[in-house]
């Protein structure tokens, strides 16, 4: 009877050390999974970030060499221009915040608890 017991511990300590070993496998896994997940959204948007850049960049400068022609001098086209920047810096800057939290929290939240 007590070689019954010992076996049915035995048996259970196996199957603990089995769990836990794949419990921590499991683990390792998703936190490997989503690590990626965010650092491919991160090269992503950074690379999406680059050519909006880019494609604002010679957006603004042919904007700005427009307005200077328009108003005969070319330079004050480009002050207009980041008149504008920094009229929208100043905006972003005071009432942009909680709607660029909400946006990173729900974008995160996507990546991480929807798997």
Known sequence: MFEKITDN???VQENLESYIKNTVEYHSLNVYKKTTKVL???LRLSLMGGIALLFLFFV???AAYLIGENI???SNGFFIVAGFYVFIFILVLIFGRRQLEKLVLRSTSKT???D
Do not use: A, R
């Open 9 to 11: 511990v035995e048996d």
């Open 40 to 42: 491919v959204s991160v």
């Open 60 to 62: 603004s400068f042919g």
């Open 112 to 114: 991480f608890f929807n």
């Open 72 to 74: 005969g001098n070319i």
